[in-house]
Nanobody
Framework: QVQLVESGGGLVQNGGSLRLSCAAS????????MAWFRQAPGKEREFVAR????????DYDDSVKGRFTVSRDNAKNTVYLQMNSLKPEDTAVYYC???????????????WGQGTQVTVSS
């Protein structure tokens, strides 16, 4: 059973930066692909970024491409999301997820963290 705990969310001004972390425990971290999703009020949860088990493959939603960077440290059992040039429309609860393959499909991830709130003020 994978347990995921996100941290690093908060309130930031338009154009600011935040780095989210997701610490995993319970199983060998390097055997899981990881992803970040987000959910804004009144909207469905949506894909943000994904990273393969080794970290050699990464992919982003077009809305964050060039501004967000996903990375992982398998020695620390942690995945990160560096968010730069933040916009008010990035405001959401951000969730990390673990699965066997790095897909953009939400149902393919059986393990989820509790989420961390990111609020970008205009």
């Amino acid at each position: 059973q994978v347990q995921l705990v996100e941290s690093g969310g908060g309130l930031v001004q338009n154009g600011g930066s935040l780095r989210l972390s997701c610490a995993a425990s319970g199983v060998p971290f390097s055997t899981y692909a990881m992803a970040w999703f987000r959910q804004a009020p009144g909207k469905e949860r949506e894909f943000v970024a994904r990273i393969s088990r080794s970290g050699s493959f990464t992919d982003y939603d077009d809305s964050v491409k060039g501004r967000f960077t996903v990375s992982r440290d398998n020695a620390k059992n942690t995945v990160y999301l560096q968010m730069n040039s933040l916009k008010p429309e990035d405001t959401a609860v951000y969730y990390c997820a673990a699965g066997r393959t790095a897909t953009v499909s939400l149902p393919e991830y059986p393990y989820w963290g509790q989420g961390t709130q990111v609020t970008v003020s205009s």
